[in-house]
């Protein structure tokens, strides 16, 4: 799988918008970015995903550059809530590698 | 949305004892489910992936004899770590793709919530 590279921590201040970036420069043609976030002590929580258009729901927001080598998730109000550790994630379709490899992910911290 | 069950959410054991970990899907059926550890500050790692009906495929450095995988149902994956040693506590993880979608390698996979394990 495509590496994935984001920052350590970030802080967001309540209500207003949290832009998460992530390089994938590596990524392949057929590898879809997928966001999961993880609120301390629990299991991964799914976002979102993409393949090269932008996609919104009701979580977030994906922007997926023209390129492919980058993308930003973006959270439009955050809240308290939202403080996690959010990960960038390439994942393979060849095959039976349909597993997630986890990298060290960004901290997110809202603050009030 | 789709559900994973994990139970216990967390365990004590003494050092040399078994532990059973489930992890059910609640509201689809699952022909493949992965299990993670996880230890404090670090990231999720793979340990293997469970299919079921057949043998479960482990990661490089994962010991098969210690951590038993059986996948017996459409829903249900246990993970049972044997003569467990204060080196295996950590944070264990399951998920699972819906067999529904197991064409489509697009589909997100969910996770259960974890279960915590302390050997003492």
């Known amino acids: 799988d495509a590496k994935t590279t984001q920052p350590t921590s970030m802080d967001c201040a309540e209500g207003r918008a949290a832009n998460l970036p992530c390089n994938h420069s590596?990524?392949?043609?057929?590898?879809?970015v997928y966001w999961y976030r993880q609120i301390h002590s629990q299991g991964p929580q799914y976002i979102i995903h993409?393949?090269?258009n932008n996609e919104t729901n009701e979580m977030a927001s994906l922007i997926i550059t023209e390129d492919r080598k980058s993308s930003t998730l973006i959270l439009p109000h955050a809240t308290l809530r939202d403080t996690a550790v959010y990960y960038c994630i390439v994942r393979s379709l060849s095959g039976s590698a349909r597993q997630l490899t986890f990298g060290s992910g960004t901290q997110l911290t809202v603050l009030p | 949305g789709a559900v994973v069950s994990q139970h216990p959410s967390w365990v004590i054991c003494k050092s040399g004892t078994s532990v059973k970990i489930e992890c059910r899907s609640l509201d689809f059926q699952a022909t493949t489910m992965f299990w993670y550890r996880q230890f404090p500050k670090q990231s999720l790692m793979l340990m293997a992936t469970s299919n079921e009906g057949s043998k479960a495929t482990y990661e490089q450095g994962v010991e098969k004899d210690k951590f038993l995988i059986n996948h017996a149902s459409l829903t249900l994956s246990t993970l049972t770590v044997t003569s467990a040693h204060p080196e295996d506590s950590s944070f264990y993880i399951c998920?699972?793709?819906?067999?529904?979608?197991?064409?489509?390698?697009?589909?997100?996979?969910?996770f259960g919530n974890g279960t915590r394990l302390t050997v003492t």
């Open positions: 993409g393949l090269k």
């Open positions: 590596t990524i392949s043609g057929n590898e879809y």
């Open positions: 998920s699972a793709s819906a067999r529904d979608r197991a064409s489509s390698y697009n589909s997100p996979l969910h």
